[in-house]
């Protein structure tokens, strides 16, 4: 898939803005982050989001886990500061995961301060959940709550909220909202995975590694990305599990345009950050903070500032995913 990038003349115009003419603002959502260690989860905190999903894959090079004892510190932050934070879990979940899963949710039972919920990214993961937690669940994007009838299956499997599908466009996202039997949060910033490989890639082509050899580790010195036809990067991301993420080439970034997913009822809009330093994860909740509070203060001016410096900050390349396609003019 093409991917639109956040240039200038996308910038002067929103091209969302037909699309939601003549609707007024909604409840404010809550800014939401995904993010993959500790001092990500309290940068988050302290640059103003709202809710915080923890848990799950972690980059290698973070050095960091998931430990009880991690998990027990950000319980501890989050207490402290107010905030609610869910536990997620992996994308992919064999037996061992599911063991280790099982036994994680027990453990969070007999805790004094819980999360707020689980984040379930998997069918496994949420058949896991409920016989195992008493906790709220909540879906994650990877459940394709793509329309008003997996939705409604998903609510009666006893999900309290949804995400919108990655791949849905903002249109689809609109619909799923005015016709969902639950609250749905949609993703409008991050680096997202656009494939989880079990086969490790620089095992594979350094050192010829097959599936049936153990990963030789290659993968765990350095940083990776594939080059595709077009000659754009697109950087691999190597997990706990030696498991491979494929990013998408540009960051996805909504900044300019929040204003219009402000107005269709959404719950949450996320930041997904798991794959992103503790540094980085501050500058875009702080952000999309000041943004969002600009909107529901009525200073559009403000937000446009914003998000232009925001863009000329960035290192890394922005776009916009799948959430323009169906609007004509635009590629
Ligand atoms: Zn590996």
Same mark, same amino acid.
């Given at each position: 898939m093409r991917e639109l990038t956040l240039d200038d003349r996308l910038m002067s115009k929103n091209p969302f803005a037909s699309q939601v003419e003549g609707s007024v603002l909604q409840p404010k959502p809550l800014l939401t982050v995904r993010v993959g260690d500790l001092e990500s989860l309290e940068a988050a905190v302290v640059a103003g989001a709202d809710r915080i999903y923890f848990g799950g894959e972690v980059p290698v090079d973070h050095q960091f886990d998931w430990s009880r004892a991690n998990i027990l510190k950000a319980l501890e932050f989050l207490n402290q500061a107010q905030k609610p934070g869910l536990?997620?879990?992996?994308?992919?979940?064999?037996?061992?995961?599911?063991?280790?899963?099982?036994?994680?949710?027990?453990?969070?039972?007999?805790?004094?301060? &819980?999360p707020a919920g689980l984040l379930v990214s998997n069918l496994g993961a949420l058949e896991l959940a409920k016989a195992e937690s008493t906790l709220p669940l909540y879906g994650d994007y990877s459940l394709n709550a793509f329309n008003t009838k997996a939705i409604e299956l998903l609510r009666q499997e006893g999900l309290v909220q949804v995400t919108a599908h990655v791949e849905s466009s903002f249109s689809q996202v &609109?619909?799923?909202?005015?016709?969902?039997?639950?609250?749905?949060?949609?993703?409008?910033?991050?680096?997202?995975?656009?494939?989880?490989m079990e086969h490790c890639l620089p095992a594979a082509l350094l050192e010829g590694c097959t599936q049936q050899d153990i990963c030789s580790a290659a993968c765990r010195n350095r940083r990776y990305a594939l080059k595709d036809i077009r000659g754009q990067r697109r950087e691999i991301i190597?997990?706990?599990?030696?498991?491979?993420?494929?990013?998408?080439?540009?960051?996805?970034?909504?900044?300019?345009?929040?204003?219009?997913?402000?107005?269709?009822g959404l719950a949450g809009l996320r930041l997904e950050m798991q794959f992103l330093n503790a540094q980085?994860?501050?500058?875009?909740?702080?952000?999309?903070?000041?943004?969002?509070?600009?909107?529901?203060?009525?200073?559009?001016?403000?937000?446009?500032?914003?998000?232009?410096?925001?863009?000329? &900050?960035? &290192?890394?390349?922005?776009?916009?995913?799948?959430?323009?396609?169906?609007?004509?003019?635009?590629?």
């Open positions: 536990l997620a879990t992996p994308r992919i979940m064999m037996a061992r995961e599911l063991a280790e899963y099982r036994l994680l949710f027990r453990w969070l039972e007999g805790l004094t301060t &819980k &609109k619909e799923v909202v005015e016709t969902a039997s639950l609250p749905v949060e949609a993703i409008v910033h991050g680096s997202l995975t656009a494939m989880v190597i997990d706990q599990y030696c498991r491979n993420h494929l990013l998408l080439a540009n960051e996805l970034c909504l900044l300019p345009f929040l204003d219009s997913f402000c107005r269709v980085q994860v501050a500058e875009v909740v702080q952000g999309y903070r000041r943004a969002l509070d600009a909107i529901y203060a009525g200073d559009n001016q403000r937000v446009s500032e914003l998000a232009r410096d925001f863009s000329q &900050k960035s &290192k890394r390349p922005l776009g916009l995913g799948a959430y323009p396609r169906g609007i004509t003019g635009l590629r």
